[in-house]
Every structure is written in structure tokens, then in C-alpha cells.
């Protein structure tokens, strides 16, 4: 199996930090990665994929980066609407993993 | 709208059996594999296993920990998805989310999701 860690796991930052979570693999997964963000007690939703495409509706401040076993999401300006738990997701072979999560909240 | 609505989510005891299902609308339904995700109360996002779409045989795959235990399958007549959860166990217990999945693709859609209690 595909391990996926993810660090930290609590982030504390405020309004307006530049934050950047890592996303490590156990083997290469190439670009098949994803990040999601997840509020409480709602649904994750897609921000980016293969690594360093932002899905469409997501802010630009958001963005991603790395291939094969190193990742990075970084979050350019934080806003009030992005403290919440951020996952990272490999999608390259079954079984379909996801990292712990990082929660990012307010300092 | 592009939407997935879950339901059949209640409080099971354990070895019992539940089916849940998930409605898909605003989107070709039968055009797409997809997928049910669980969360464990407090806990992270647990891929439970997938569905392919006709085309591809209906196939289907499982995460270890619920492989000959739980069923996925498909109604494209019906854009529904389901999964049958037999001899559940407590660690079961989880919030079920489906969602829009598709080779080497993310999960773009997810549905609200839906509580699975496995108590005495």
C-alpha cells in the first residue's frame, strides 16, 4: 500500500500567513495527487489535483506543488474561510489512500 | 445542480447488515466509477472501495479492511449507487460519503454524507 503523511499535523497561523503543509509517499506516485479541504462536519471538497492543478472555483491563493514522493500545499494568504483540515490523497493504485490531516487553525 | 444524496445511514448492532444508498443527479451518471469514503467519528478519510462503470465490466475494489464484507454496486437506470455492509463491526461505525471518482482522477463530487452507528 501507498502510505501518505502528512506534516505537521496542527498548523496555528493568522490572517494573512503564507502556510505550507507536506504531503509525503511511501513509493512514488508520479503526479497523482490531490488535496482537499474539510470543514466540520461537512464534506471535503477537491482543491487541487495531479499535484499542481487548482480545481476550477478554487482561489488562487491556494496552490500545489511536487512529483513522486514530495508534496506541498501552500496557501499564499490565509483567509478566515481556510481554517479548517486539510488532506492530501494518492490516487495512482489501489487501495486508494489519504494522509492523517493537517488541521490548520487560528493562532 | 451536480449533487450525490446519501441515505440508509441509522444505528446498526453488531453482525448486522445495512444498505446504503446514494442519488446522483445533474451529471451523466453511468459516464463515471465511483467511490465510498468513510469517517470515523474525529477521525481522517478512509477510501472503502469503488465501482466501475459498464464499459469497464462493473468492476469493482476494496479497501482490506472491509473486503468480503461490503458490496458495491451500481442501478445506472436509477444514477444510484449503493453499498451492502454485512457482519458489521463497531469500527464500522463511520460517516459514509460516495463519490465522483474515475481512473487516475480525484474525487470532484461528494455527497452530504450519511451516519453508520454499529452499537449494542
Known amino acids: 500500500d501507498f502510505q501518505m503523511t502528512q506534516s505537521p499535523s496542527t498548523l496555528s497561523a493568522s490572517i494573512g500567513d503564507r502556510v505550507t503543509i507536506t504531503c509525503r509517499a511511501s513509493?512514488?506516485?508520479?503526479?497523482?495527487l490531490a488535496w482537499y479541504q474539510q470543514r466540520p462536519g461537512k464534506a471535503p471538497k477537491l482543491l487541487i489535483y495531479?499535484?499542481?492543478s487548482l480545481e476550477s472555483g478554487v482561489p488562487s491563493r491556494f496552490s500545489g506543488s511536487g512529483s513522486g514522493t514530495e508534496f506541498t500545499l501552500t496557501i499564499s494568504s490565509l483567509q478566515p474561510d481556510d481554517f479548517a483540515t486539510y488532506y492530501c490523497q494518492q490516487y495512482q493504485d489501489y487501495p486508494i489512500t489519504f494522509g492523517q490531516g493537517t488541521r490548520l487553525e487560528i493562532k | 445542480e451536480v449533487q450525490l444524496v446519501e441515505s440508509g445511514g441509522t444505528l446498526v448492532q453488531p453482525g448486522g447488515s445495512l444498505r446504503l444508498s446514494c442519488e446522483a443527479s445533474g451529471f451523466t451518471f453511468s459516464d463515471h466509477y465511483m467511490d465510498w469514503v468513510r469517517q470515523a467519528p474525529g477521525k481522517g478519510l478512509e477510501w472503502v472501495g469503488r465501482?466501475?462503470?459498464?464499459?469497464?465490466?462493473?468492476?469493482?475494489e476494496y479497501a482490506a479492511s472491509v473486503k468480503g464484507r461490503f458490496t458495491v454496486s451500481r442501478d445506472d437506470s436509477k444514477n444510484s449507487l449503493y453499498l451492502q455492509m454485512n457482519s458489521l463491526k463497531t469500527g464500522d461505525t463511520a460517516v459514509y460519503y460516495c463519490?465522483?471518482?474515475?481512473?487516475?482522477?480525484?474525487?470532484?463530487?461528494w455527497g452530504q454524507g450519511t451516519m453508520v452507528t454499529v452499537s449494542s
Open positions: 513509493q512514488s506516485i508520479g503526479s497523482r
Open positions: 495531479e499535484a499542481s
Open positions: 465501482i466501475r462503470k459498464k464499459v469497464n465490466s462493473y468492476t469493482t
Open positions: 463519490a465522483r471518482g474515475g481512473s487516475y482522477l480525484p474525487f470532484a463530487i
